[in-house]
C-alpha cells in the first residue's frame, strides 16, 4: 500500500484538530537521554520519524511505555553508545543523538545523517559547535565518532549560519558542561524554545531562547518530569492551505496562532478571511479563489521553508503571478516537477521559481520525493480534475498524523491502492 488513490474536485471544509510538533517531539525524545529519572512526554504525534526515534533509544537501551500518544520515557539503564546504522540512516534528526550520547557517556558513535531530498544538508556547524565545548570529532567510514575524556566545558559560541539543528545540539551539550555557554546566532523557532522548555524543567538553567542569543549555565544532573509538546504549525499551515485552495473554510483546533504570524499573513493577503483565537485559527475563503502571493523563506519568525511547496500549489491556481525564492534549502522545488505534469505554469529559475496561476489542475500519476512536497501533492490531488494516484507516500507518514483520515473528514475521497 504505497500509493494513494484521490479523487478530485474537493472542497475541503470543517474541523481539524492539530498534533503535537514533530520537529520538537524529535530533539526532545533525543534529549532524555541527559536524563536519570522517568520522563513523561505528553502529545507526542503519531508518525514514523517519532516512531523510529524511540526504536533508536529502546535499542540504546531505554524503557519506554507509549498510551495514548503519551510516552513515559526512562533512559537510567541506557549502556549503548553507538545506534545501529539501519535506523539512524532513516532519520536526519538522528544527528540530534550525537550530543546527549558523547556527555554521557564520554563517546558516541553515528553514522552521518541521510537526508539529502531537499539538497545536501551539512552538519558541519553541530560539529563545530561541539569540538568548542571540548568534544573530539573523528570522521571515518561515513561514521562520526565522538569523544570527551572530560566533561564538557562552556564556551560562547557564535553559530556562523543559522541553524536549527546545530542550535539544538549546541543547547544540548552545554546543558550539562562546566560554568556559561553562550549561543549567539541561534535559531529562534518555537521548536527550540520548546527544547529549552522540556531541558529546563528537568533542571537545566537555559535562558533566552527564542532570541538569537541563548545563555546556558551548566549543571550537574538532569532528572525526571513532565512536557506537553507544542502543536505542530506546519501541520496547521498544511490544512489552512488545504481550505484556502478549495474555496472553503476550515478551522484549526488546539494550535497556536503565534507560530504562524507570517503563513497567516500571506493567506491573508491571498484573500481569507481568518480569525484567531487563544488556541486555534480559522480560514474562510468566502468560496473565492486566492490571489497570488510572493513568498521568500527565511529562518523563524521568517516565511518558514516548510510550508514553501503547499505555497506554490496555492498561487498554481491562483489569480495572477507570484515569485516564491527559497532561501534555506537548495534542492526545494523537485515537486514543482510534478505539479507541472498536472498542468501547472511553474518556471524554474536558480533559488525561486515564478508562478503563473491556472483555474485547475489536471489529474496525474504523481511520485513524491520529501515530506512537505508530497503533502502538497495529495493537497493538489484533492482539488485536481479527475483522479489523482500519488506514489512514494511513505514520505507523508514521517510527518503527518492521520493525514488521510484527517482530510477526508474535511470533504477529500482519498484511498490507499
Ligand atoms: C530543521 C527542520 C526542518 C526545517 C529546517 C529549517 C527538524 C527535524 N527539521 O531542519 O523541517 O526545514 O529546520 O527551518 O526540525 N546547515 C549547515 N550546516 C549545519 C547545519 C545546517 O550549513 O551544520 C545549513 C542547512 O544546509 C540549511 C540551513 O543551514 O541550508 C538551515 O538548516 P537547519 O536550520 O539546520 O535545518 P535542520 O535542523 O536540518
Not at 21 to 29: C, F, H, Q, T, V
Not at 86 to 92: M, Q, S
Not at 245 to 256: A, L, M, P, Q, R
Not at 389 to 401: A, L, Q, S
Request: glycine share 8%.
Amino acid at each position: 500500500m504505497n500509493k494513494l488513490y484521490i479523487e478530485g474536485n474537493k472542497k475541503l471544509n470543517g474541523h481539524v484538530v492539530i498534533s503535537g510538533s514533530k520537529n520538537a517531539a524529535l530533539p526532545i525524545l533525543f534529549m532524555t537521554i541527559l536524563a536519570t529519572e522517568e520522563i513523561e512526554i505528553h502529545n507526542i504525534p503519531q508518525v514514523t520519524d517519532i516512531k523510529i526515534a524511540i526504536k533508536l533509544l529502546k535499542y540504546l537501551g531505554a524503557k519506554i511505555k507509549n498510551k495514548n500518544k503519551i510516552l513515559y520515557i526512562d533512559t537510567s539503564s541506557m549502556n549503548i553508545y553507538n545506534p545501529p546504522y539501519h535506523l539512524t540512516k532513516k532519520i536526519r534528526a538522528s544527528i540530534w543523538m550525537l550530543s546527549p550520547l558523547v556527555t554521557r557517556f564520554g563517546k558516541a558513535k553515528i553514522f552521518f545523517p541521510g537526508g539529502c531530498d531537499i539538497g545536501c544538508r551539512p552538519i558541519d556547524l553541530h560539529l563545530k559547535g561541539l569540538v568548542s565545548l571540548g568534544v573530539k570529532i573523528i570522521k571515518k567510514d561515513n561514521y562520526i565518532i565522538a569523544l570527551a575524556d572530560r566533561p564538557l566545558q562552556g564556551k560562547h559560541i557564535y553559530i556562523e549560519k543559522i541553524s536549527v539543528g546545530a542550535t539544538v545540539t549546541i543547547m544540548s551539550a552545554a546543558t550539562l558542561a562546566k560554568g556559561l555557554t553562550i549561543i549567539e546566532n541561534a535559531a529562534q523557532e518555537p521548536e527550540i524554545v520548546d527544547v529549552a522548555k522540556f531541558l529546563n524543567t528537568l533542571g537545566a538553567n537555559i535562558t533566552g531562547a527564542g532570541s538569537n542569543k541563548i545563555y546556558i549555565t551548566g549543571v550537574s544532573k538532569l532528572y525526571g518530569g513532565y512536557h506537553k509538546i507544542i502543536p505542530d504549525r506546519i501541520e496547521t499551515g498544511t490544512f489552512l492551505i488545504a481550505a484556502a485552495i478549495s474555496k472553503g473554510f476550515i478551522i484549526c483546533n488546539k494550535t497556536e496562532p503565534k507560530y504562524l504570524t507570517n503563513v497567516l499573513k500571506k493567506l491573508s493577503e491571498s484573500g481569507a478571511n481568518i480569525k484567531v483565537g487563544k488556541n486555534w485559527i480559522k480560514l474562510d475563503m468566502q468560496k473565492k479563489m486566492p490571489k497570488a502571493v510572493n513568498i521568500s523563506t527565511s529562518p523563524y519568525p521568517g516565511f518558514p521553508t516548510d510550508m514553501q511547496p503547499q505555497f506554490t500549489l496555492l498561487n498554481s491556481i491562483a489569480q495572477g503571478k507570484s515569485i516564491i525564492v527559497e532561501n534555506i534549502f537548495e534542492n526545494r522545488f523537485v515537486y514543482t516537477n510534478e505539479l507541472i505534469r498536472m498542468g501547472a505554469k511553474i518556471k524554474i529559475k536558480k533559488n525561486y521559481i515564478v508562478c503563473t496561476g491556472t483555474s485547475k489542475l489536471s489529474s496525474n500519476n504523481l511520485f513524491c520525493h520529501d515530506l512537505r512536497g508530497s503533502a502538497t501533492l495529495i493537497l493538489a490531488g484533492c482539488i485536481a480534475n479527475g483522479i489523482t494516484v500519488v506514489n512514494n507516500i511513505h514520505h507523508f507518514k514521517r510527518g503527518y498524523e492521520s493525514f488521510m483520515k484527517k482530510l477526508n473528514k474535511l470533504g477529500a475521497n482519498i484511498k490507499y491502492i
